[in-house]
Structure formats: C-alpha cells, structure tokens
C-alpha cells in the first residue's frame, strides 16, 4: 500500500513543528512539502525531519500544484482559518486545520460548505482530545459510571503562546513581542479566550455527547496596552444547569512541567458521581455513590490509530471512516456557537442566546 503524502502548510502556530513530527514518524507517511511565506519559520522543520530543498515551498500553489498531497496539515493564523481552507480544497487534499476551529461561526460555516461534496475530511485538531486522562474520562462517561452529565468545569491555558515554540521549547518574551504578534493581534483572533474557549467547549460538548447551551455570559480581562484578552471566564446555561469555561494566558507554570494552580484540565459533575480529568497526569479521580470519598484510576494506555491526530486521519483516509469525536466539524461547530456567544456577550456585556 502506498504511503500517505502529507504536506504542512502555513507556520504561523507552533503548533506545526509537532504535528509534522507526527507525520515524520508515522511509518505509513510521507511529508512531500512544506510550505511558508517565510523561509526562516520553516529552518527547524527542514533539519528536524530532513526535508530535502526540493520539497521547501514559499508559494502553496506552486506546492500544491507539484507534490499533490493527500493530506495537508494547515496552521494558519485563527482569522484565516477559512481562507486556507478555501485556498486548499480546490487541490483535492484532505485537510487536519490545527485548533482552533476558527474565530467565527461564519467563517467555520465557510469551512464546512467549502468541504461539502468533495469526498474529502476536514477535521479540527484539538491536542487535548489525545491526552489520556481525557480519553479515559469519555470512556467513563460512556459507561455511565457517573450517570447523567451536569456541569463542566474547565480551566486552562498555559503561561502564554510566546513563552513556548514548537517542542515546548521555553522563550522569554517581552511587551513589544507580544505587540508584533499575531496572536495579540485582534484583526489575526488573537487572544487567550479565541486560542483556548474552544477546547473547553468542544471537549465539553463530546463528553455531553453533543448538548448545546441555551445561553451564555462572558467576561474578558482588559490588560493595559494590549489589544486583545489574557483571562476569560464563559458561564454557559443548559437545561440541566450551569457550567463554566476558563481560559488562561498566564499560569504560574505551564501544565506539561508543573501544573498550576488552578489546575487544568476539567472536572466533569454526573448524577452519580464527579471526574477530575487533568492535562498530562497518570491518573483521573472519580467519585461516585459506592466511593463517596474518592478514588484515582490510572489512564488508559492510548494505541495506534488513536495515539495522535495524524494517525487517526490515516486511519480515516485508508478506511474511508467518517471524523468522529471533537475533531468533527459537527462537534467543532457547536464548540465555536459557544465561543461566538461568549465574543458578543464580552462586546455587549450581558447574557446572550447560544449564536447560531
């Protein structure tokens, strides 16, 4: 069988430099292409994964047009989400678009409908749907350990996008990097609440198993000189009650050395019982009427094809099996009603009906 030929495209998230390592040690794939406007973002990938100088792109086109890829790793800028999508879609490429889904509801609704009918899958890559404490936390919600879904309580974020590059590697930034940023940038979907609330919310909406609020309250912080939030806290309402979305640029350390305090991740509250589900830890911690007092469970062990995102999309293409879970655009979709919600309720400080 022939091996998937995987081309990365824009490198305006870091995120890029993980997810071609994927596709560089998946033993079933081929990067054919890498692709930038700017040559110096892609210098580390080029040594990190061998990519010889043929196979270096600044034009997508010309990229596109020569290696034909069968899947393209996109990780633009929030605000151009969309237009990637509709730049690439024409190529007959299957598309994994790094998280967020988008910074509108409009713009993800472009996505889908450029999408629609071309044979090909779009799936959203949320890096925290391949942690195991949160896999396990769905397979026990599954099995109704917990009985019916409540509430859902998450917090996270991590001490801030520039303190980190591809790798985790740590950076020390300063005001005027933060200003030059796309990510503090507004017109890019810059801030914390665009870059994280939809973790948050489409996790919160595969372990409701598709529930959607009725309405939702927002509030941002404003930090002096700079255009776009670090902190927010979205309280969304459902019928069977209240739940509450955090996110944070900030911490006082980063989740994948120390976790901060608050720690993140979510606490899930059932009819029958609660689950702590941290970022990165062996264990997940569940109450239920027979433990009142608590015990920890350790996670599952993940196995291929569900160990990464780019192993699952292979899976997807080599079996023709639909996306499922919260890289679907069906469950992205209902994540980014809420995060339009919490946008209009922060700019019109008031509760508002779910959007869309």
């Not at 939702?216 to 927010?232: N, Q």
């Not at 469950?331 to 309720?345: E, N, P």
Request: charged share 25%.
């Amino acid at each position: 069988m022939s091996k998937i030929r995987i081309a990365g495209v824009n490198f305006d998230h870091m995120h890029i430099g993980d997810n071609l390592r994927m596709a560089y040690e998946h033993p079933d794939v081929e990067i054919v292409a890498i692709c930038d406007e700017d040559p110096a973002r892609m210098e580390t990938a080029v040594r990190s994964f061998e990519i010889p100088a043929d196979r270096v792109y600044t034009d997508y086109r010309r990229c596109l047009e020569e290696t034909r890829p069968d899947l393209v790793l996109l990780c633009p800028a929030t605000a151009e989400h969309a237009v990637w999508v509709e730049r690439v879609a024409p190529y007959g490429a299957h598309i994994l678009l790094e998280k967020p889904f988008a910074d509108t509801l409009t713009a993800a609704d472009r996505m889908i409908a450029t999408m629609q009918g071309t044979g090909k899958l779009l799936a959203i890559n949320w890096p925290l749907a391949w942690y195991p404490p949160h896999v396990t936390t769905k397979r026990l919600l599954d099995e109704r350990v917990i009985g019916d879904v409540l509430e859902i309580h998450y917090y996270d974020g991590n001490r801030g996008p520039l303190r980190h590059t591809a790798g985790k590697v740590e950076t020390l930034p300063g005001v005027e990097q933060k200003r030059s940023s796309w990510w503090y940038q507004k017109e890019k979907g810059g801030g914390s609440l665009l870059d994280y609330l939809g973790y948050g919310t489409t996790l919160g909406t595969w372990f409701m198993d598709g529930s959607a609020p009725i309405e939702v309250t927002a509030v941002v912080d404003e930090p002096e000189g700079l255009e776009v939030d670090e902190h927010s806290v979205t309280v969304a309402r459902y019928k069977q009650g209240l739940s509450k979305f955090e996110t944070r640029w900030g911490t006082f350390t980063d989740p994948w050395t120390f976790q901060p305090q608050p720690q993140c991740g979510f606490v899930i509250v059932g009819t029958e019982g609660t689950i702590s589900s941290y970022d990165y830890q062996p264990v997940v911690r569940m109450q239920t009427r027979d433990r009142p007092e608590g015990q920890e469970m350790p996670v599952d062990k993940l196995h291929p094809p569900h160990q990464d995102p780019v192993q699952y999309l292979v899976h997807c293409i080599r079996t023709g099996e639909a996306v499922r879970g919260p890289l679907s655009p069906e469950i992205a979709r209902i994540g980014q009603q809420i995060v339009d919600s919490a946008v209009l309720s922060t700019r019109e400080k008031r509760t508002v009906p779910l959007v869309g």
